[in-house]
C-alpha cells in the first residue's frame, strides 16, 4: 500500500508540472504575454501579428499537455478499457518529457555557457527561459511521471504474484 502512495504523489507531482506548463500555453493562447519571451522572439512576433491562429495553436498544445497529465492518473485510479494501451501511451510520454527536457536544457547551458556558439547569435532571454525554466520542467515532468509509472507497475506486478 505505500507504494500506491508513493505513485499517487509521484504521479501528482507529475501533474502539477504538466498543469504549470499547460496553464502557460492556455494564458498565453488568450492574449497574455508575460514570460512569452522567454519561450523565443519568434513566439512574440507570432501572438503579435497573428493572435488568432497562435490562440488555437496554443490551445491545442495545453490540450495535448493536459492529456498528458489526466491520462496516467486516471489509468492509476481506474480501470480502463485496454489498460496496457493507456500505461504505453503514459510511458511513452515519460520518455519523451524526460528525453526533451533533458536535451533542451543541457543544449541551452552550453550556449550560454559559449561552449556552443549558434551562427547568427542567440536571443539570450528565450535562451535564459529554456536553461532555467521550460525545459527543466519538461524534465521535472517526465522524470515524476516515470517514476510514478515505475513503482506503479512494481505495485502491480507484486499483487499479481500475490494473487496467483
Not at 488555437?56 to 480501470?79: D, E, G, I, Y
Not at 528525453?99 to 543544449?107: E, H, M, P, R, V
Amino acid at each position: 500500500m505505500a507504494d500506491k502512495h508513493a505513485e499517487a504523489r509521484l504521479l501528482m507531482g507529475a501533474a502539477a508540472a504538466g498543469l504549470l506548463h499547460a496553464g502557460f500555453s492556455l494564458y498565453w493562447a488568450f492574449g497574455g504575454r508575460w514570460l512569452l519571451p522567454t519561450v523565443g522572439q519568434w513566439a512574440v512576433t507570432v501572438a503579435r501579428e497573428s493572435p488568432v491562429t497562435a490562440g488555437l495553436l496554443l490551445v491545442a498544445v495545453a490540450a495535448v499537455k493536459c492529456t498528458v497529465v489526466v491520462v496516467p492518473l486516471v489509468t492509476s485510479r481506474r480501470s480502463l478499457p485496454r489498460p496496457g494501451a493507456w500505461r504505453a501511451f503514459a510511458w511513452l510520454a515519460a520518455i519523451v518529457l524526460t528525453g526533451y527536457g533533458a536535451l533542451n536544457s543541457i543544449a541551452a547551458w552550453l550556449v550560454l555557457g559559449g561552449v556552443l556558439r549558434p551562427e547568427g547569435g542567440f536571443d539570450r532571454q528565450a535562451m535564459l527561459g529554456h536553461a532555467y525554466l521550460w525545459d527543466p520542467l519538461f524534465l521535472v515532468w517526465g522524470l515524476l511521471l516515470g517514476a510514478g509509472l515505475l513503482i506503479g507497475s512494481n505495485d502491480r506486478r507484486r499483487r499479481a504474484r500475490a494473487s496467483a
